[in-house]
């Protein structure tokens, strides 16, 4: 196992770093320039220094290679620095957004826990709802219930999450009042009162990721428990006289975890996709609209290093998911 993780990180090396190419060619050739940002009544000369300074105008190898080494070397040895209380030596420059002025790791960990929350939250109700219903549903395949999930299901497939975050938000925050509409980022959990507030204006934007969650995972869990149900193992367990309850929850249900788990561990990364569009809706001041917020006023440096971020949890959670399958599956040996 040891060897098998080792070597797909050997591997994830090179596919990152074509990966952080293929990033910073399409965000740095797309159209748009920090130069429109600048006010009309700037000097030419010193919006000439202005873009100077932001690196603008050096060649595209030279700031790839300058981007990749903050990524990779300066950011981590600024953080390896202030936990012992030392300071980056002259000419260590960190990552900066173009539109905050400061580093753009900065930027990115205060916003994180806003993300992690919502997003965090999010999947895991999801997961919590898809699993029984996806059981319950391959047990009582055909029933009305599961015509019901079905049909449900299908909405969550094909319905998009803007969609459905402004028709959520119209009916419970506009028309019923239950919720507030927009995400208030600077709420202090510090007793009852701003507890039940935090839960009350987590309640849409959860709701709106876990349906698309909740969607994926239960067709997932139905079908991979309608498939290990004919198996002969399961034809074995009910011959030898074990109850109903014994043969679905201990032999069918672990043997179709295997499969789920591998899609819910490689989902994580995509529901940060589709946070995105859910933070702006709701106005939570987190990763993705940060993204939005860096793409309108041409924030390069900020775009690519969050596209980034992203593409290394894709990588990172495809390794987790592989080291799973193999937990799970006794059949699978990575040795």
């Known amino acids: 196992m040891i060897t098998f993780i080792l070597r797909r990180l050997l591997l994830a090396i090179p596919t ?3 990966i952080s190419l293929m990033i910073f060619l399409i965000v740095d050739l797309a159209p748009g320039s920090p130069a429109s940002q600048i006010p009309l009544t700037v000097p030419p000369e ?28 300066v950011e981590p040895a600024y953080w390896i620095d202030s936990l012992f209380g030392t300071t980056l030596s002259e000419g260590q420059q960190r990552i ?24 965090g939250s999010a999947y895991l109700v999801g997961v919590l709802i898809a699993l029984p219903i996806g059981i ?7 029933s009305a219930f599961d015509q019901v999930g079905s049909f449900v299901a299908m909405l969550g497939f094909s319905v998009p999450t803007f969609f459905t975050g402004v028709l959520i938000s119209y009916i419970f925050a506009i028309k ?10 600077t709420l202090k959990v510090t007793d009852w009162e701003s507890f039940v507030k ?11 990721l876990a349906l698309a969650n909740a969607a994926t995972i239960s067709r997932f869990m139905r079908s991979s428990m309608l498939e290990n149900m004919t198996q002969d193992y399961v034809r074995t367990a009910r011959a030898k006289g074990l109850s109903e309850r014994t043969v679905v929850l201990k032999h069918v249900l672990r043997n179709s975890l295997i499969s789920v788990v591998t899609v819910i561990a490689i989902g994580i990364p995509s529901i940060f996709g589709g946070a995105i569009v859910t933070e702006n809706i709701f106005k939570v001041n987190g990763i993705g609209s940060a993204l ?7 924030d390069l440096p900020m775009v690519q290093t969050i596209v980034f ?8 959670f495809n390794l987790i998911a592989d080291v799973l399958y193999g937990l799970l599956d006794p059949r699978i040996r990575y040795d």
Do not use: C, H
């Open 16 to 18: 990152l770093l074509f």
């Open 46 to 73: 010193v919006k000439a220094k202005i873009l100077e300074q932001m690196g603008v105008n050096d060649p595209m190898p030279v700031r790839y290679a300058l981007w990749l080494r903050q990524f990779f070397i």
């Open 96 to 119: 900066v957004s173009w539109q905050f002025r400061g580093p753009v790791m900065d930027v990115i960990l205060e916003r994180i826990p806003q993300t992690l929350m919502v997003v």
């Open 136 to 142: 319950y549903s391959a047990y009582r395949q055909y």
């Open 176 to 185: 019923l009042g239950w919720f507030p509409t927009v995400y208030d980022t």
């Open 198 to 208: 935090q839960l009350r204006q987590m309640a849409m934007p959860v709701m709106v």
């Open 292 to 298: 939005i917020n860096a793409i309108n006023v041409s």
């Open 309 to 316: 971020i992203f593409a290394i949890l894709v990588v990172l």
